[in-house]
């Protein structure tokens, strides 16, 4: 099945039509910057302008990067405060006239490496975790998804774990490598002991340099980067539709 996947993200927002039998795209992506600020109807026109690109009439998918519930969000993420509370998939519908579907963005990728990438075929407990501007994660238990895990925000010293050992605060503090995988390491000893995962994928532009922080990091569990890269949130999304209509 052909479905247009979206990839909302804080910085652009981009989309290309999937195959969701093979994961692979089947136009060139195509990206607009997300508006600044980004309300509710600004990112809404932004989806529409990325729809009309590509003529399309079908279903929709979309990866969005707050908590959500049913398509709810419960917080603004890292768009705008103004998202709270509002229910994106009926906003994007009642704009672009089409059938959307909207999941986390962080599961979206993660769906995609489960189907298409380094998850392909694993069974048991496998914990997908993209590092970037945030801590993402999806979690899948024997290739299902168990959605809206936002095992970024368990807490650290007071805070959200990714305000300690995301990628963006590895830049921002100007981290080493090896500091940053000290870090990591207490992250991710903290994530094997409340799930015990047989699996931990690694995603996020984070996943092309993991050789040289991954020695930092003592666990258990076997963990080894992801394949699908800049791609797997528009091949998630997509995915996510599909799962919805078939």
Not at 73 to 95: R, T, Y
Not at 171 to 185: A, V
Not at 203 to 227: C, H, L, N, T, Y
Request: a negative charge; one cysteine or more.
């Amino acid at each position: 099945m052909h479905i247009l996947g979206i990839d909302v993200g804080g910085s652009g927002i981009k989309g290309a039509i999937v195959d969701t039998t093979t994961g692979e795209l089947l136009t060139e992506k195509f990206r607009l910057p997300t508006p600044r600020p980004a309300l509710p109807e600004e990112v809404a026109k932004t989806v529409h302008q990325i729809v009309d690109h590509f003529n399309w009439k079908g279903e929709v998918g979309a990866g969005f990067p707050t908590p959500l519930f049913h398509g709810k969000c419960l917080s603004g993420g890292n768009l705008h405060p103004d998202w709270k509370g509002v229910q994106a998939d009926e906003l994007f519908q009642s704009v672009t006239g089409l059938e959307f579907t909207v999941i986390n963005d962080a599961d979206a990728a993660a769906e995609a490496e489960m189907h298409f990438g380094a998850g392909k075929g694993k069974d048991g407990l496998v914990t997908v975790i993209t590092l970037g501007t945030g801590i993402g994660s999806g979690l899948f238990f024997n290739g299902a998804l168990i959605p809206n895990s936002e095992l970024g925000h368990v807490t650290y010293k007071g805070a959200a774990f990714e305000k300690y050992a995301a990628d963006s605060i590895r830049k921002k503090e100007d981290l080493s490598y090896s500091k940053w995988g000290k870090r990591l390491n207490k992250y991710f000893q903290h994530i094997e002991l409340i799930l015990s995962p047989d699996l931990f994928i690694i995603g996020g532009g984070a996943s092309k340099k993991m050789d040289r922080f991954v020695d930092q990091i003592d666990i258990r569990a076997k963990i080894i980067p992801a394949e699908n890269k800049n791609e797997a949130g528009i091949i998630g999304a997509a995915l996510g539709a599909f799962d919805e209509v078939k």
